[in-house]
């Protein structure tokens, strides 16, 4: 079982910006995608972003162009920078690491945003 530990996250005003951290307890073998989730008081679960291990990206569409996922391999950490936050970015946000080889989702505690003035 791979340990997920998040960390960032806080309050900032509209417009400001964060990171959000997740870190693996170990480094994932056989393939791998790192996703992450958010989800707002009385919502569902809604994906956020993901990057796969041979390091291709993808985003929802309320955040392109304002959020980026990266990684450093040597960390086994996954980041998550939120750029020009809004109010409709509050959430508790979730990492996922989902390892290919062995079909196991590995989630990460939640973190909580909020934006607001």
């Known amino acids: 079982q791979v340990q997920v530990v998040q960390s960032g996250g806080g309050l900032v005003q509209p417009g400001g910006s964060l990171t959000l951290s997740c870190a693996a307890s170990r480094s994932i073998f056989g393939g791998y995608l790192v996703n992450w989730y958010r989800q707002a008081p009385g919502e569902q679960r809604e994906f956020v972003a993901t990057?796969?291990?041979?390091?291709?990206?993808n985003y929802a569409d309320s955040v392109k162009g304002r959020f980026t996922i990266f990684r450093d391999d040597a960390k086994n950490t996954w980041y998550l920078q939120m750029n020009s936050l809004k109010t409709e970015d509050t959430a508790v946000y979730y990492c996922?690491?989902?390892?290919?080889?062995?079909?196991?989702?590995?989630w990460g505690q939640g973190t909580q945003v909020t934006v607001s003035s």
């Open positions: 996922n690491i989902f390892e290919q080889l062995r079909n196991i989702n590995n």
């Open positions: 990057i796969f291990d041979g390091g291709s990206t």
